[in-house]
């Protein structure tokens, strides 16, 4: 299929595209020869074939560059690519969390085929084998298929009459985003060194696509985070301004009695503000995560001691909502080694979070125990539970599941205890479903190991 075997090019060029609109410019490619012979005609076609590759990638260009929605863009890359240049494509991408996945392929006449090779397991070390380039590896050119074994995906190559394949990366800014996979059946011509470049060509260039949808869409949920924690932030700073300025009312309508009355004001003042106070300490936090610049006071530290001041600072929420709380403690724990407060700030996040996940009438249960070198506590509910597909995004920063009729919150807690948990060398995880509730465990090093 090289440009030098005259006329391969050509011969899956638009003339045997069905339904694809005739390009004026083909013309060019299918017209008469004005050479006769010889190394003139082998120079025209050389040509001919140069100005085919240079037309294609434009239009390849121009497609790739039609839509933000890379699944889109790359589907409608496949229709190009076949078949004029391949019986059967497959293109993978890779996820940020490193996991890949088919996005589509694409055969020149049957959608039966094409399906087989959609349903094969992506990454296996079978063939066509993206593995090796989904891992970053280099370009690969298999002449013959049918030569080497095919595993999993045998009868769908022998129902291709499979011939050769070639497999490209996608890579952008010095990362693999995915690869692609492109197949004859065994009518065409083996794939060349040509074609490879080609391929590579294209490759680049859908890659780059990728990367633009990825960062559009990274700017795009960047803004709407924006907008959810501005919300959040000035939500959770009107309630307790609004708390302030009631009681500066009354207190300003003086006298006022019983004099009880004004230390309830005064309660409430100091409650409100202590709230603005913890928003700001989140925020703060949050950007000292992302500077990486959270500094530790460690001593060794009772852990019984911090879960009990973390358990009344929450006792009038727990009051309020009618949920129990409990605290299951050996009767001999040894020392952490930790940095008090920021043990508080999450023990006070999970708590918080049980507390407030907790219907009237459920229960909030802290557990600790040694774990090797480490104690390893666990803070049970008998809550709403979380969905498993918000398991995995559960720690990350500012993300929130929106709750029908609940105010809106900055989604920092969990992300800001897990760092200040992992600051201390420890590690976070949470065991929950839907309706049963959810256990949240931390562990913290155990201040004199030899304990
Ligand atoms: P925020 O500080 O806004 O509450 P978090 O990071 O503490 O954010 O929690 C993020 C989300 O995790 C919550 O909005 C909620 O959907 C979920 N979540 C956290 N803890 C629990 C829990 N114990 N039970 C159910 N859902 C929880």
């Known amino acids: 299929m090289a440009a030098s075997e005259a006329g391969s090019w050509s011969t899956y060029s638009s003339s045997t595209s069905p339904g694809r609109p005739a390009d004026p410019l083909?013309?060019?490619?299918?017209r008469a020869s004005p050479f006769d012979s010889g190394s003139d005609l082998a120079a025209f076609r050389r040509l001919e074939a140069a100005e085919h590759r240079s037309r294609f990638l434009s239009r390849a260009s121009l497609l790739l560059d039609a839509s933000l929605d890379y699944e889109v863009t790359l589907r409608a890359f496949a229709d190009l690519v076949v078949p004029e240049l391949a019986t059967l494509v497959i293109v993978d991408v890779l996820e940020e969390d490193g996991s890949a996945h088919r996005v589509c392929a694409k055969h020149a006449c049957t959608e039966e085929i094409a399906d087989l090779f959609m349903r094969l397991p992506v990454g296996a070390e079978d063939l066509p084998i993206t593995e090796r380039a989904l891992r970053g590896g280099p370009p690969e050119l298999v002449a013959d298929l049918a030569a080497s074994p095919g595993g999993d995906s045998s009868a769908a190559l022998a129902l291709l009459a499979a011939g050769s394949c070639l497999t490209v990366p996608l890579r952008a800014r010095g990362r693999t985003l995915g690869a692609i996979a492109l197949l004859t059946d065994r009518s065409r011509p083996s794939y060349t060194a040509e074609d490879m470049a080609l391929a590579g060509e294209l490759a680049e260039r859908a890659a780059l696509a990728i990367d633009n949808a990825r960062l559009y869409r990274a700017a795009q949920?960047?803004?709407?985070?924006?907008?959810?924690?501005?919300?959040?932030?000035?939500?959770?700073?009107?309630?307790?301004?609004g708390a302030i300025s009631m009681c500066a009312t009354v207190l300003g309508a003086a006298p006022i009695t019983p004099p009880a009355r004004v230390r309830e004001l005064a309660d409430v003042i100091g409650e409100a503000v202590e709230g603005m106070y913890r928003l700001i300490g989140d925020l703060v936090d949050a950007a000292s995560l992302e500077a990486g610049r959270l500094s530790l006071e460690r001593r060794p530290e009772d852990l019984m001691?911090?879960?009990?001041?973390?358990?009344?600072?929450?006792?009038?929420?727990?009051?309020?909502?009618?949920?129990?709380?409990?605290?299951?403690?050996p009767e001999r724990l040894p020392p952490v080694l930790a940095d008090a407060q920021r043990v508080l700030q999450v023990l006070w996040n999970l708590l918080g979070n049980a507390v407030k996940f907790t219907p009237a009438g459920g229960r909030v249960t802290t557990r600790a125990a040694v774990d090797g070198g480490f104690v390893r506590v666990a803070v049970t509910d008998t809550g709403v539970g979380i969905p498993a597909e918000d398991l995995p995004r559960i720690f990350h920063r500012f993300w929130t599941r929106p709750r029908k009729g609940s105010a809106p919150s900055t989604g920092l807690g969990l992300a800001i205890a897990r760092a200040l948990v992992e600051a201390h060398g420890g590690r976070v995880w949470v065991e929950s479903a839907v309706g049963r509730g959810s256990t949240f465990h931390f562990t913290l090093p155990v201040a004199a190991p030899e304990w």
């Open 26 to 30: 083909d013309a060019v490619v299918t």
């Open 221 to 241: 949920r960047a803004i709407e985070v924006r907008d959810d924690v501005l919300g959040a932030v000035s939500h959770d700073l009107r309630n307790p301004l």
């Open 305 to 329: 001691t911090l879960v009990a001041r973390a358990m009344e600072m929450l006792r009038g929420a727990a009051r309020d909502g009618e949920v129990e709380m409990v605290i299951e403690l």
